[in-house]
């Protein structure tokens, strides 16, 4: 089994940072892309940012200059450095990854269980 694991998430003034981490752990064969999407109360799941395997990042508008995607590839670990946070940056946020595992043939998209992103004063 593969399973993705995020933590960093808690309570920040407006203005201020968070890192975000997402360990991915198991019988894992290769991971391609991996990303972070986020869900505020009362609204679909949005995306946030993806990072290729080659390091190659995207983001959304709302996010841009503010938030950094990096992996490390030796620790299977995807991290969104969240910085200038708005009250409307407060969500779950999830990571997922694009993963081959060692008892599949093909890779699929797993995702961690989320971790509460609260920016107020």
């Known amino acids: 089994q593969v399973q993705l694991v995020e933590s960093g998430g808690g309570l920040v003034q407006p203005g201020g940072s968070l890192r975000l981490s997402c360990a991915a752990s198991?019988?894992?064969?290769?991971?391609?892309?991996m990303g972070w999407h986020r869900q505020a109360p009362g609204k679909q799941r949005e995306l946030v940012a993806t990072?290729?395997?080659?390091?190659?990042?995207t983001y959304v508008d709302f996010v841009k200059g503010r938030f950094t995607i990096s992996r490390d590839n030796a620790k299977n670990t995807v991290y969104l450095q969240m910085n200038s946070l708005k009250p409307e940056d407060t969500a779950v946020y999830y990571c997922?990854?694009?993963?081959?595992?060692?008892?599949?043939?093909?890779?699929?998209?797993?995702w961690g269980q989320g971790t509460q992103v609260t920016v107020s004063s």
């Open positions: 990072i290729s395997s080659g390091d190659s990042t």
């Open positions: 997922n990854a694009f993963i081959r595992s060692f008892r599949d043939s093909v890779a699929r998209t797993y």
């Open positions: 198991g019988s894992i064969g290769s991971i391609y892309t």
